[in-house]
């Protein structure tokens, strides 16, 4: 079956420090990927997207990059802000499956002025 | 344009109580989810419904039942509320299958 892994949290860094969120899949099918970020007290957001292998998902200062040779899809920013503070959830869908989402475990980022 | 909602927004039941979850979304999406949120375990899917009149059980659904209203409802039923089912619980929506739009959550306490 589907399964997404993410780095545990928390991790915390300081303002304008560099944050990778590593996520690795296991799919049966050719997934899409996602990142979600859920802020406190918040439902999901989309955060970013990457639909094939070599895509470039991008947002808010946020990049991630969909690797099918490493299975691998993970988060960067180059400047955190506290703002940023937030839990991460990395998630595949799978058209195999129906299109239902897999999420990852989700890694909390407390990030201090 | 409120996107998805979801009330009650928290509840507190005994054990053996029974309520119900409610979910709506006014972006004409097809399909529509619930998940479950609990710590260190990411979301896990309950029940979704792909389209108007049809549901299907998702990796969790024992102790929980759905129905899709219409298009725009899609509510969660626990008949026998346990405390195993002290959560979070989340309702989304998507048109394409693939992005899906959250609401902002139920969080629900069972003693």
């Known amino acids: 079956g589907n399964s997404v892994t993410q780095m545990e949290g928390p991790v915390t860094l300081s303002e304008e420090a560099f944050l990778t969120i590593n996520c690795t899949y296991t799919?049966?099918?050719?997934?899409?990927l996602f990142w979600y970020v859920q802020y406190p007290g918040e439902g999901l957001q989309l955060l970013l997207k990457?639909?094939?292998?070599?895509d470039k998902g991008s947002n808010k200062g946020f990049e991630a990059t969909y690797r099918k040779e490493t299975t691998s899809f993970h988060l960067e920013k180059g400047s955190v802000q506290v703002s940023d503070s937030a839990v991460y959830f990395c998630a595949l869908s799978d058209r195999a499956a129906g299109n239902k989402l897999t999420f990852g475990g989700g890694t909390r980022v407390l990030v201090k002025p | 344009n409120a996107g998805v909602t979801q009330t009650p927004k928290f509840q507190v039941l005994k054990t053996g109580q029974s309520m119900t979850l409610q979910c709506a979304q006014d972006?004409?999406?097809?399909?529509m989810y619930w998940y479950r949120q609990d710590p260190g375990m990411g979301l896990r899917l309950i029940y979704y419904s792909a389209s108007e009149g049809t549901t299907d059980k998702g990796e969790v659904p024992n102790g929980y039942n759905v129905s899709r209203l219409n298009k725009r409802e899609f509510s969660l039923r626990l008949e026998s509320a346990a405390p195993s089912q002290t959560s979070v619980y989340f309702c989304?929506?998507?048109?394409?299958?693939?992005?899906?739009?959250f609401g902002p959550g139920t969080r629900l306490l069972v003693l």
């Open positions: 990457a639909t094939k292998a070599d």
């Open positions: 989304a929506s998507s048109s394409t299958g693939e992005t899906q739009y």
């Open positions: 799919a049966t099918g050719y997934p899409s």
């Open positions: 972006m004409n999406h097809n399909s």
